[in-house]
């Protein structure tokens, strides 16, 4: 038995929930999907799968080989999409949508380097805080700030978004800095609406999840329009490192309440779940990725332990 296509057509299963669906796609009989399956799990020895109300559910066994068959496939198609890499030409019309401060600040301005690597690669670019909807609209991949709720698509993960509470350095001068939850609640604090949970702010403080209900001035769905709002002295605001990092590096905002530590978010290369990804799409996100890697902003676990 080829244990590879086994497990590939396992994975299938549970993804599109039905052995018809995964016949149809591979070309196979239903009678042929069920061989395969049975086969697979006689050599592992134990019941992976269960049908219930002509529904495919995972047993406890099933649901950890999932897990581990993910992991390996994913692998696997990386190696050798890297292979192919070095010797077909990736081309065609590449579909993107970033977050526009993000956009701005850590994908625009690689682009050119993307492109001169990639010269047979078309980028159509567009920039939208707002949650798009990637196979509707047409994208080939997003990036997105935050955790996947779409099970019916993949996610790469490119880095991380920490965030601080800051304020400028007049603000705290003005109205003081405040050093635990019920003296921040006093405060102006603006809001991003873009969040699911909008003006409550959550916390890891002494090993433990805390939150806040906050009140300003100002809500909005631009990180840019909050961060000069909160360079400009209005008030306070949590925002992600990669957006603030050059305004705290220069003093003209200032992070504090360093003992609650704002919930972080990853930032994802997201696309549609198929058998078959672009090379396109996979040369960006390794491109990306690889970008990544050494920038301490996004990636702040490079950053070297204090002895202190």
């Keep these: 038995m080829d244990r590879f296509s086994a497990m590939k057509i396992f994975v299938r299963i549970i993804q599109l929930g039905s052995f018809t669906a995964v016949a149809v796609e591979m070309g196979l009989t239903q009678s042929s999907v069920s061989k395969k399956i049975s086969a697979l799990e006689r050599s592992l020895g134990a019941t992976l799968l269960t049908r219930s109300n002509r529904q495919v559910l995972l047993t406890e066994v099933g649901t950890n080989y999932y897990e581990h068959c993910i992991s390996i496939l994913s692998e696997l198609e990386e190696a050798e999409a890297q292979t192919k890499e070095y010797t077909l030409k990736p081309k065609g019309k590449l579909r993107i949508n970033v977050p526009v401060s993000y956009g701005r600040m ?46 019916s698509l993949v996610a790469r993960k490119l880095g ?26 006093k405060h102006n604090c603006f809001v991003y609406t873009h ?33 000069e709002c909160v360079i400009s002295g209005l008030g306070i605001a949590i925002l992600p490192n990669w957006l603030i990092q050059p305004d705290l590096d220069k003093g003209s905002l200032v992070s504090f309440m360093d003992d609650y530590v704002p919930t972080e978010f990853p930032i994802n290369a997201v696309y549609p779940q198929n058998n078959y990804i672009p090379l396109k799409v996979r040369c960006f996100v390794n491109f990306f990725k690889g970008l990544y890697a050494n920038n301490l902003i996004i990636n702040p676990k490079l950053l070297p332990i204090s002895a202190d």
Excluded: C
């Design 195 to 227: 969040l699911s949970t909008v003006n409550i702010w959550h916390f890891r403080f002494q090993g433990k999840e805390v939150s806040l209900q906050v009140n300003g001035s100002m809500q909005s769905n631009s990180g840019d329009a909050i961060r």
């Design 160 to 185: 991380d978004s920490p965030r601080v509470i800051v304020a400028s350095p007049n603000y705290l001068d003005t109205y003081g800095a405040p050093h635990n939850l019920d003296e921040l609640k």
């Design 106 to 151: 850590h994908v625009i301005p690689y682009l050119p380097d993307f492109m001169k690597k990639y010269p047979e690669i078309d980028i159509e670019l567009s920039s939208l805080d707002r949650k798009v909807d990637l196979v509707g609209d047409g994208f080939d991949l997003v990036i997105r700030i935050g955790h996947l709720d779409d099970s």
